[in-house]
């Protein structure tokens, strides 16, 4: 089993819709989660930190549920500019190694006119 | 602030010679640099995890013999990929960081191309 698990998509929706994205994680020693955007033959940029308590950045929601080990991220009101592959990221501690982070297949967005 | 170069930007070679990949922290000191190697319609995979100073850490499955990683400086790590074949083609992104291994900063990626 995948240590971090997303649909792959693609997810094609209109420009304005609302998309959700769901990501689930299967070590519960995970502490942190992250959100990040990587574009075509890009290297991945931090979108947004995921809390339990939730958090929004504009049109972006995420959620962290803990007990079912499940993120969330929501995107208001879809942009051509939001056409990418969304990753959900967790983190590992390592006792003796550092932690890392662990990153998910990814999502992939098409925003369409 | 915290830029992180790679160099080259892509890179063609034929089977069986070695490509190096530098990585460069531009403005700041990076205790720690991260190796991850991307294959299409894949997730990020962690190669390898660097200190300035000692031997790269390398994650299980990974040959530390055929990806030879230098970590110098507190500015420069570099992932050598020795005796290259095309199942090496992928795309390398190194990151780099300095006060938690979860805040990390991401090179712009090295597509190697192996003939």
């Known amino acids: 089993r995948k240590e971090v698990e997303q649909d792959p998509g693609p997810f094609n929706v209109p420009e304005g819709a609302t998309v959700a994205f769901n990501c689930t994680y299967s070590n519960s020693a995970s502490q942190s989660f992250f959100w990040y955007r990587q574009d075509c033959r890009k290297e991945p940029k931090l979108l947004m930190s995921?809390?339990?308590s939730g958090n929004e950045d504009g049109r972006f929601t995420a959620q962290l549920n803990r007990a079912s080990q499940y993120i969330s991220l929501l995107i208001r009101d879809s942009k051509l500019s939001d056409s990418a592959t969304y990753l959900c990221?967790?983190?590992?501690?390592?006792?003796?190694?550092?932690?890392?982070?662990?990153f998910g297949q990814g999502t992939e967005l098409s925003v369409k006119p | 602030g915290a830029v992180v170069s790679q160099h080259p930007s892509w890179v063609i070679c034929k089977s069986g010679t070695s490509v190096k990949i530098e990585c460069r922290s531009l403005?700041?000191?990076?205790?720690?640099m991260f190796w991850y190697r991307q294959f299409p319609k894949q997730s990020l995979m962690l190669m390898a995890t660097?200190?300035?100073?000692?031997?790269?850490?390398?994650e299980q499955g990974v040959e530390k013999d055929k990806f030879l990683i230098n970590h110098a400086s507190l500015t420069l790590s570099t992932l050598t990929v020795t005796s290259a074949h095309p199942e090496d083609s992928s795309f390398y992104i190194c990151?780099?960081?300095?006060?938690?291994?979860?805040?990390?900063?991401f090179g712009p990626g090295t597509r190697l191309t192996v003939t």
């Open positions: 990221v967790g983190t590992l501690h390592r006792r003796n190694q550092g932690g890392k982070l662990i």
């Open positions: 660097s200190n300035e100073g000692s031997k790269a850490t390398y």
């Open positions: 403005d700041f000191q990076a205790t720690t």
């Open positions: 990151s780099a960081s300095f006060e938690t291994p979860y805040e990390q900063y």
């Open positions: 995921v809390y339990s």
